[in-house]
């Protein structure tokens, strides 16, 4: 991704866009009155189904660093800018709307489900540059220890945020709990970042 301010900024403005029209959706269905072209999961859930999915975000966060310490990669972490850290924390709304609104094969049973959401979580994590990177025009692989744990365990958070727009209690099959959850981890990731230096 790039870190040109510019760049973010406008990343920043796109996706704050998208979120004004998504809630918008959102407002209306809860006013009865839902829109016939609404984004995906525009519509309302439960407490308890946000309040699980955060608290498994919360987990999967605790899993993440203390594997991390365990392996002795927690120095292994890049520093980030704020102006990314703004953007990173819209991009959990825009990645949910992306992978888990549209990126799922739904409605053709079970296993079409399941396995459209294997595919779209390992596309997911491998979206993310821990085993490449783009410089100065050129694909570069990065096969590291840290590369790979970062890779699984966003994998890991997929299939979870996956879950949580499925599972019983989103009976609707809101984004609501995944946006709260892709956001918990990241607002979490850059707490334990500024706490450790980073």
């Known amino acids: 991704m790039s870190e040109d301010p510019l760049v973010v900024a406008a990343m920043i403005a796109v996706s704050a866009v998208l979120l004004h029209l998504w809630w918008g959706d959102l407002r209306a269905h809860r006013a009865g009155a839902p829109h016939s072209r609404a984004f995906p999961g525009a519509v309302p859930c439960s407490r308890q189904a946000v309040l699980l999915a955060v608290a498994g975000a919360l987990f999967l966060l605790a899993l993440e660093t203390g594997g991390e310490a365990v392996l002795g990669l927690a120095e292994q972490q890049k520093t980030v800018t704020v102006l990314w850290s703004a953007y990173t924390l819209l991009a959990a709304f825009v990645e949910e709307l992306t992978f888990r609104g549209y990126l799922v094969v739904a409605g053709r049973g079970r296993a079409w489900l399941w396995a459209s959401i294997g595919l779209f979580s390992l596309l997911f994590a491998l979206c993310h540059p821990f085993l490449w990177s783009w410089t100065d025009g050129h694909l570069l692989l990065q096969f590291t220890a840290k590369g790979w744990f970062s890779t699984a ?38 707490a334990l970042k500024g706490a450790f230096g980073f």
């Open 153 to 190: 365990t966003v994998f890991a958070c997929s299939l979870w945020f996956y879950t949580v727009r499925f599972f019983p209690l989103n009976p609707d099959r809101s984004l609501l709990p995944c946006i709260a959850a892709h956001l918990t981890k990241n607002l979490g990731v850059f």
